[in-house]
């Protein structure tokens, strides 16, 4: 086992775009400095937005391939790869702290890594040499559900493990192209990445669990919970208040936040 000193952090990082490798704006290289500064964990675990499935599966392919899950943007996109390796044996170390937890999960044996994973991970580790294991969200099931995962998973943190959230602080997609990609924020969007930064930051965890009901303008924010259930994950791995330590906005509806605990 690690040392509690070489405890990493966890994160939560809102990915926005696709394009985001290509077109990086702020986001891209203060992620760029964020894995600098990390340094190397001995493994990651992301949980993405972009895998939801009835309940938690884990992917234990050793060679994960590069999911490309979007259409209709530029060549160059499609041309990125990152061949990190996979790690069977976390995989199923991750399997069995959930179904310890009382959360029955599988390993995937084939499922590669999408662009909620790849996107950041190709930013923050461009060497792409360390091990990663995705795990799905289940956005039918509650944030105390997803909070309950990262509680489940916060022993990996003495072992070097960066457990990851990747999702949107905010994700209106009806809403994506009517502001210009740098043009500021919406304002019930930034009131959103407002009432979000203070409840992190104040560790107000049951206003978080409540977010429907407490968040200003909670649906037109997220009409889908998709994107805003990775957060629970590195909440509840952490125990503790986080911080921001990146804001921006892109096309006016997705926050592009970055918050850290631990």
């Given at each position: 086992?690690?040392?509690?000193?070489?405890?990493?952090?966890?994160?939560?990082?809102?990915?926005?775009?696709?394009?985001?490798?290509?077109?990086?704006?702020?986001?891209?290289?203060?992620?760029?400095?964020?894995?600098?500064?990390?340094?190397?964990?001995?493994?990651?675990?992301?949980?993405?937005?972009?895998w939801?499935?009835?309940?938690?599966?884990?992917?234990?392919?050793?060679?994960?391939?590069t999911?490309?899950?979007?259409?209709?943007?530029?060549?160059?996109?499609?041309?990125?790869?990152?061949?990190?390796?996979?790690?069977?044996?976390?995989?199923?170390?991750?399997?069995?702290?959930?179904?310890?937890?009382?959360?029955?999960?599988?390993?995937?044996?084939?499922?590669?890594?999408?662009?909620?994973?790849?996107?950041?991970?190709?930013?923050?580790?461009?060497?792409a040499?360390?091990?990663?294991?995705?795990?799905?969200?289940?956005?039918?099931?509650?944030?105390?559900?997803?909070?309950?995962?990262?509680?489940?998973l916060?022993?990996?943190?003495?072992?070097?493990?960066?457990?990851?959230?990747?999702?949107?602080?905010?994700h209106?997609?009806?809403?994506?192209?009517?502001?210009?990609?740098?043009?500021?924020?919406?304002?019930?969007?930034a009131?959103?990445?407002?009432?979000?930064?203070?409840?992190?930051?104040?560790?107000?965890?049951?206003?978080?669990?409540?977010?429907?009901?407490?968040?200003?303008?909670?649906?037109?924010n997220?009409?889908?919970?998709?994107?805003?259930?990775?957060?629970?994950?590195?909440?509840?791995?952490?125990?503790g208040?986080?911080?921001?330590?990146?804001s921006?906005?892109?096309?006016?509806?997705?926050?592009m936040?970055?918050?850290?605990?631990g």
């Amino acid at each position: 086992m690690a040392s509690p000193s070489n405890q990493v952090p966890t994160l939560f990082v809102s990915h926005g775009a696709p394009t985001l490798p290509i077109d990086p704006g702020p986001t891209g290289p203060f992620l760029h400095d964020l894995g600098r500064r990390i340094g190397r964990p001995a493994g990651i675990v992301c949980i993405s937005a972009h895998w939801d499935t009835q309940s938690p599966r884990v992917t234990g392919a050793p060679a994960p391939q590069t999911i490309h899950d979007f259409g209709g943007f530029p060549k160059a996109l499609y041309d990125l790869r990152y061949p990190a390796p996979g790690d069977p044996a976390l995989a199923r170390l991750v399997v069995d702290l959930l179904g310890a937890a009382g959360k029955p999960a599988a390993v995937d044996p084939k499922r590669g890594l999408d662009h909620g994973a790849w996107v950041p991970l190709l930013l923050m580790f461009p060497a792409a040499d360390i091990p990663v294991v995705q795990l799905s969200v289940q956005s039918h099931l509650d944030a105390r559900h997803h909070l309950e995962i990262g509680r489940a998973l916060e022993p990996l943190r003495a072992d070097g493990i960066l457990i990851l959230g990747s999702g949107g602080a905010t994700h209106n997609l009806s809403a994506f192209g009517q502001a210009p990609v740098e043009g500021g924020a919406a304002p019930w969007a930034a009131a959103f990445d407002e009432w979000l930064r203070a409840a992190i930051e104040a560790n107000r965890v049951e206003d978080l669990l409540a977010w429907r009901e407490r968040a200003p303008d909670p649906t037109r924010n997220h009409p889908t919970p998709d994107h805003f259930m990775p957060l629970f994950a590195p909440l509840g791995a952490a125990g503790g208040p986080g911080r921001r330590i990146h804001s921006a906005f892109t096309y006016g509806s997705f926050s592009m936040a970055v918050f850290e605990w631990g």
